[in-house]
């Protein structure tokens, strides 16, 4: 029987349906951080732009581009890859496709982090650091830990089951804290606090994206490791061991991984919601549900998805802002419900 | 080959397994058998790896199993779980693929090679026209042997079954029974089949191992071991242990339950 050219099962496999979505979506991720930049709700002349001869200061059309424009872009394509990464990621862990990455209370207690901060703590910069992001940051990791001393036991495979309930437990807790909080501040803290969790890339300047990249590339280069240990993982952890997964160690990996991408992620633009779900339903729709292949092309779909609902958030209402975190819920939350009624 | 000598293992204190030993000779094809909860899946997992003992040792030829890494195992051993529930619906032949797992180095794709022994597995398991098909989509029986295609896959001496025709109609099951058959003779893998059917055993097994409350009661060739008495030791059931002419096997046929 000869196998028809093109179906999964060909030679041409693996490899050569890497490379075309390699190519096709980081094509549409490029074109994504170029001409983003380019719309807004000012219109500016890319001539005028890259002109040396006006200095700087006097350049608007410059200072939109390269000051406002750019780094929001830039922080959408990190922000919407690692969250999109570490949603794949976190499915395959939990062995849940409606997993998402803040299923295990990392953005929760980044939040917890962020609104102590804001309500608390004075403005103090530490460096080139924000005591906000830091705060945010410190608390994605005491979460983390917490769900991770619950769920593990040394030398055995982790509970996926005790996992889910820890975090769920955990982004319980920490959503009365912040309430809590919130009751405490006055009415500027919690206001800042709500546009805090609304999520925003607007992040001023290139500073916080530097800051953040160390985590987001430790994150990256662990999540390639794993691809295929991941397909294995999500057929069951038993078979996974029998076929030759080290299950343990796959699965703190993973776990490692999701939540440090997770925590940079939202440390750097806050909770934006649902990119980490949708993105890789998205994707699975469009290239099967191989990790090698979801993962890879999921990065790379998530830093366009999320600069284009940056862009529909920048210029629907304008010259006022829509929240991008909303864009993303009013866009993600008929998907999913969608997604449930249809696995249904 | 792949031989338990008196392992012992337990969650928490207590004992699921005790001082267990069990010799399983190359290309052979053993039954495993014992009522629910006795230790049959715990002694395979012991057998595959997936646990380690508590005290004894699981030796595969001459190694120690727990001296090995989980992927050289996987080159020697491979398991057919009762039931496999993915959580994302991998084509058939993704499926068969994933037992090259442990043949491939870290960032590797699969190649030619891989591909003929994934469809020389589909071949053996009559799957061959289901590759595209995803995993999902198929009947129990079908999903059974493709779970057996990519134990297959894994080009292993040993294949461990942990009751792989339990959720299978009487059809499936026969379909199943003969494949082990075939798979036995026509490739020599060795296997161990842990279930509770009695007449699969009997038409399968050239050996048997018994075991109740977390131990071995009794192991040998079938016809010895695969008595009326045994049948009542395990399960407090009175049954006609007899050959049967036409099925050319003996053949378990319970009466009442005695407790």
Redesign the interface.
């Known amino acids: 029987?000869s196998?028809p050219p093109g179906?999964?099962?060909g030679?041409r496999?693996?490899?050569g349906r890497?490379a075309s979505v390699l190519i096709g979506y980081g094509a549409l991720a490029l074109a994504a951080c170029l001409l983003a930049p380019l719309a807004g709700s000012t219109h500016i002349s890319l001539a005028r732009a890259f002109d040396r001869s006006i200095p700087f200061p006097d350049n608007v059309d410059a200072q939109i581009l390269f000051v406002a424009r750019m780094p929001r872009v830039l922080t959408g394509a990190i922000v919407g890859s690692t969250l999109a990464a570490a949603g794949v990621v976190m499915?395959?862990l939990l062995?849940?496709?409606l997993a998402t990455p803040f299923t295990l209370g990392v953005s929760t207690g980044a939040a917890l982090g962020a609104v102590l901060a804001i309500t608390f703590g004075t403005s103090f910069p530490i460096g080139t650091l924000a005591s906000v992001p830091l705060a945010s940051l410190a608390g994605a990791v005491v979460a983390s830990a917490i769900v991770y001393v619950l769920a593990t036991r040394p030398g055995r495979p982790i509970s996926t089951m005790v996992l889910l309930l820890a975090g769920v437990t955990l982004n319980a807790f920490f959503s009365a804290l912040i309430l809590f909080v919130q009751y405490a501040a006055d009415f500027t803290q919690a206001y800042r606090t709500i546009r805090w969790l609304m999520g925003d890339l607007d992040v001023g300047s290139f500073a916080p994206i530097v800051a953040s990249l160390p985590l987001v590339l430790v994150s990256l280069g662990i999540f390639a490791?794993l691809p295929?240990?991941l397909?294995?993982l999500?057929?069951?952890a038993?078979?996974a061991?029998?076929?030759?997964?080290?299950?343990g160690l796959t699965q703190r990996l993973a776990f490692f991984s999701a939540s440090l991408a997770t925590a940079a992620a939202v440390s750097l633009a806050g909770p934006i919601g649902f990119v980490g779900i949708v993105v890789p339903h998205l994707v699975?729709l469009m290239v099967?549900?191989?990790h090698?292949i979801v993962l890879p092309a999921s990065a790379l779909f998530g830093a366009a998805f999320l600069i284009g609902c940056d862009l529909i958030a920048r210029t629907v209402l304008a010259p006022v802002e829509v929240p991008v975190g909303v864009v993303t819920a009013m866009l993600g939350g008929p998907f999913f419900l969608w997604l449930l009624v249809r696995r249904s | 080959m792949l031989r338990a000598e008196s392992v012992s293992f337990g969650y928490d204190g207590g004992f699921t397994l005790s001082d267990a030993s069990v010799d399983i000779a190359a290309g052979s094809l053993t039954g495993l058998l014992g009522p629910n909860g006795c230790g049959k899946t715990t002694l395979l997992?012991l057998l595959?790896?997936?646990l380690r003992p508590r005290s004894g040792r699981v030796m595969l030829g001459d190694r120690v199993l727990s001296s090995m890494?989980?992927?050289?195992?996987?080159?020697h051993?491979?398991?057919v779980?009762q039931e496999?529930?993915?959580?994302?619906?991998?084509?058939v032949?993704?499926?068969v693929l994933?037992?090259r797992?442990?043949h491939?180095s870290?960032f590797q794709?699969?190649g030619?090679a891989d591909?003929e022994i994934a469809r020389q597995a589909l071949d053996a398991t009559g799957t061959?026209?289901l590759?595209?098909r995803n995993y999902m989509t198929l009947s129990g029986g079908e999903k059974q042997r493709v779970v057996i295609a990519?134990a297959l896959a894994?080009s292993t001496e040993v294949l461990?079954l942990d009751e792989p025709t339990a959720s299978l109609d009487l059809g499936y099951q026969l379909d199943v029974a003969s494949l082990l058959a075939r798979l036995n003779r026509e490739r020599n893998v060795t296997m161990v089949l842990a279930t509770h059917d009695l007449n699969l055993v009997a038409s399968l097994c050239e050996r048997l191992v018994v075991m109740r409350d977390g131990r071995i009661l009794a192991a040998g060739p079938t016809g010895d071991v695969l008595t009326g008495e045994t049948v009542l030791q395990l399960y407090d059931v009175d049954a006609d242990v007899q050959f049967h002419q036409r099925a050319g096997h003996l053949t378990v046929i319970p009466v009442r339950r005695m407790s």
């Open positions: 029987m196998v179906s999964l099962s030679e496999g693996i490899g890497l499915q395959a062995g849940n496709p490791f295929r240990s397909n294995l999500s057929v069951g038993d078979s061991a029998t076929r030759g997964v080290d299950v699975r099967g549900v191989d090698r | 997992k595959s790896g997936v890494t989980r992927r050289e195992l996987a080159r051993v491979a398991s779980p496999t529930h993915p959580a994302f619906d991998y084509t032949m993704e499926m994933m037992g797992h442990p491939l870290a794709l699969e030619p591909f061959r026209h590759a595209d990519s894994q461990l």
